[in-house]
């Protein structure tokens, strides 16, 4: 069976850091494009970050420079690294498996739970 | 950059036929997936490459594409089917950047 479990959200003053991670059991997180989705309260979805089985990472512009997606393959977790956080960073973080689908496109076919990160003073 | 329009709301009563659209200039080139979102939980994928059902989705859910235009369509809309639905795509000229439409809430009352 497929999991994916988040932890590391919490309550953390602007311009301060946090690390999230995403545990995995039932498939190789070295194997698969990762990613981290976002939701603010109230608000849509949107995409904040991707890493390829290659290792390639990319990053919504919003967040480029000061967020760092990364994989640990001995404890098959993806972790989510948030440095200078901001009020508008606010939001339930998923992460999803992104099932490649050729040329380097993909769809999120496995979720978590989500963890929430509010930052506020 | 890169948008995905959906309209803001669908409302229609139990047993009627829901439509939800998602339009942008790439989805004439690249497959459209749809995910349904119920209060408090995680997104789940609904229809992949369009038009495909994932294993255990019911089969009234049904997917379509022509030219810049996804459509959703839940015929016999269920009470249970109300939640947030949102078409995924990845940007038109930016492979590796995903981007959603901006939900549609629909409402089976």
């Known amino acids: 069976e497929v999991q994916l479990v988040e932890s590391g959200g919490g309550l953390i003053q602007p311009g301060g850091s946090l690390r999230l991670s995403c545990a995995v059991s039932g498939f190789t997180v070295s194997s698969n494009y990762m990613s981290w989705v976002r939701q603010a309260p109230g608000k849509g979805l949107e995409w904040v970050s991707v890493?390829?089985?290659?290792?390639?990472?990319y990053y919504e512009d919003s967040v480029k420079g000061r967020f760092t997606i990364s994989r640990d393959n001995s404890k098959n977790t993806l972790y989510f690294q948030m440095n200078s956080l901001r009020a508008e960073d606010t939001a339930v973080y998923y992460c999803?498996?992104?099932?490649?689908?050729?040329?380097?496109?993909?769809?999120?076919?496995?979720w978590g739970q989500g963890t929430l990160v509010t930052v506020s003073s | 950059s890169y948008e995905l329009t959906q309209p803001p709301s669908v409302s229609v009563s139990p047993g009627q036929t829901a439509r939800i659209t998602c339009s942008g200039d790439?989805?004439?080139?690249?497959?459209t997936y749809w995910y349904q979102q119920k209060s408090g939980q995680a997104p789940v994928l609904v229809i992949y490459e369009d038009n495909k059902r994932p294993s255990g989705i019911p089969e009234r859910f049904s997917g379509s594409s022509s030219g810049t235009m996804a459509t959703l369509t839940i015929s016999g809309a269920q009470v249970e089917d109300e939640a947030d639905y949102y078409c995924?795509?990845?940007?038109?000229?930016?492979?590796?950047?995903?981007?959603f439409g901006g939900g549609t809430k629909l409402t089976v009352l």
């Open positions: 995924y795509s990845t940007d038109s000229s930016i492979d590796y950047r995903g981007v």
């Open positions: 890493i390829y089985n290659s290792g390639n990472t």
């Open positions: 790439g989805l004439a080139k690249k497959y």
């Open positions: 999803a498996r992104a099932r490649d689908y050729g040329g380097n496109l993909y769809y999120f076919d496995h």
